[in-house]
């Protein structure tokens, strides 16, 4: 979706602290009309973790008939988007054409590299019921070499996805390798995103990346003596074999992978190089992007 803010400034409650935890963020709830998203990535204290430079979680909100999500055409550069649903559909079109609804479990890999416009709305048979959106919205920012390469479109369904049962807590590997499985979405660096559903009291160790944070979604945990609440971000230390117990019912993701080194970030742009951002910010407002087929009428303006 798209960056409602111009800079990566973001105001968040930032806890430090000592052992397997490095810190705890409480993002910023955001209203895009008529639901919530809590931001996370990037903050004034952690920008990014490894190649993760943007994590927003929507929802859960509910929308009656008629109303819903409703995203214009914008555009990105030089990064990668990734949505994942726990519940709900958004229908995604770009300006290569793709016209794709993403439902629960699928996985939608936009690449943007050297530029993409796409926008995030309902099919009209999905306006007609009452309907619960929730999910994770992430950016990665591409590596150097590939931040210019061209635009493309992938999408996973969920059962392409690995998944296994570690102690008997589920876990679905969705990007990188962890727990003996390969997820088979298309990688640009070395890259992490795990997703598990604990019961209360169960414990899961969590695989090992040079940059790691864990996401809870839902419930609560523990690693070694600290307390990670619900809808919060743990940064991890670089150790080996750091393992969190569910206090109560928990849905996490971890994130993770090789840093990239620093990337700028203003609206919906993102590189490495100063100049290029501001190339992309010429280019949209001269109407130099492509536009989405099916959805040529509108977009949203580059803010003031």
């Known amino acids: 979706m798209s960056n409602p803010t111009k800079s990566v400034a973001f105001e968040c409650d930032i806890a430090q602290h000592c052992g397997a935890i490095e810190l705890i963020i409480k993002p910023i709830e955001k209203d895009l009309g008529g639901f919530s998203v809590r931001r996370v990535l990037p903050n004034k204290e952690r920008e990014m973790v490894g190649p993760w430079i943007f994590f927003d979680h929507m929802g859960p909100a509910h929308f009656p008939p008629g109303d819903g999500i409703n995203v214009r055409p914008h555009p990105h550069i030089n990064l990668a988007t990734v949505t994942y649903l726990f519940e709900g559909e958004i229908l995604h079109r770009d ?57 493309a479109f992938f999408h996973y369904p969920s059962e392409t996805i690995p998944a296994t049962h570690i102690n008997g807590v589920p876990v679905r590997v969705i990007m990188g390798c962890a727990f003996g499985l390969n997820s088979p979405v298309k990688l640009s660096s070395d890259t992490l995103y795990v997703e598990a559903h604990l019961q209360p009291g169960q414990s899961l160790t969590l695989p090992f990346a040079k940059e790691r944070a864990i ?54 742009f993102v590189s490495s190089r100063t100049e290029r951002v501001e190339q992309a910010k010429e280019d949209w407002k001269a109407g130099r992007f492509p536009v989405v087929p099916g959805d040529e009428k509108e977009f949203i303006p580059f803010p003031d």
Not at 116 to 126: F, G, L, M, T, Y
């Open 215 to 268: 996401y809870v979604a839902q419930g609560s945990l523990k690693a070694r003596d600290t307390y990670i609440p619900e809808r919060c971000m743990a940064v991890l230390t670089p150790e080996h074999g750091v393992e969190v117990i569910a206090q109560e019912e928990s849905r996490i993701a971890l994130i993770g992978g090789e840093p990239l080194g620093p990337r700028h970030m203003v609206w919906n």
């Open 95 to 151: 300006s290569l054409g793709s016209v794709q609804p993403i439902r629960p479990g699928d996985i939608n890999l936009m690449v943007a590299g050297r530029g993409i416009v796409h926008s995030e709305r309902e099919r009209p048979e999905a306006t007609r019921r009452d309907r619960i959106l929730h999910g994770l919205q992430l950016w990665l920012a591409l590596p150097e070499t590939a931040e210019e390469s061209a635009p």
